[in-house]
């Protein structure tokens, strides 16, 4: 018995090495093409979304993974929001759509649904899956999946929407080993605040939009 045993762990853990170096390999990917996505959103660059839908589409398969459940779902939602984003700045008002500011009323009302939302989902999945961190994981999913609407339509203020949400999925994906990534989000709330000094220039100049780039 102890003979059988030493050759099947040095095969488990031979196993569950190769999966995590793959794992950190395609997590490395997805780190860059995020990077991307951000940097090319601060520009006005249509093909933002094109990095946005590749580094979804892997981190939808990382998140479930690690039973990050609600991230995983949230990321199936990015990569459908790439295309319409990529669709909004290119075609329709794409020629015309200039960073635009709404007012505290209508941030209120956001934040309020968006909080009830959480809420109720985090329930949820508290009480009947095996999610991590149900209620941060729900409060992150859901005001991402309202910002990044935000950032679509060229809302200045997604910017400060996306500064909170970076700090608390710093967290959530610290707990979760994902290393790369929570080194990302770090180098996300910097860019965020970097982008919304950059949108709010252009927004002092409404005949000047930002367009997306040829």
Known sequence: MQAEFWPWLGS?????????????AWEGVAVLLALAYLLLAMKGSRWCWVAAFVSTAIYTVLFYKVALLMESVLNVYYMAMAVYGYWLWRGGDAGT??????????HALLIGVTGAASLATGFVMANYTAASFPYLDAATTCFAVMTTFLV????????????????????????????????????????????????????????QPVLALP
């Open 12 to 24: 488990a853990f031979h196993s569950a090495f190769g999966e995590m170096q793959a794992l950190s």
């Open 97 to 106: 759509l200039a960073v635009q500011s709404w007012g505290l009323k209508r």
């Open 152 to 207: 679509a339509k060229k809302v200045l203020e997604n910017w400060l929407y996306w500064i909170v949400i970076d700090l608390v999925s710093i967290y959530l994906y610290l707990s979760k080993g994902l290393m790369m990534t929570s080194l990302l989000f770090v180098l996300y709330v910097g860019l965020a605040v970097a982008g919304y000094f950059v949108w709010r220039a252009n927004l002092a100049e409404p005949r």
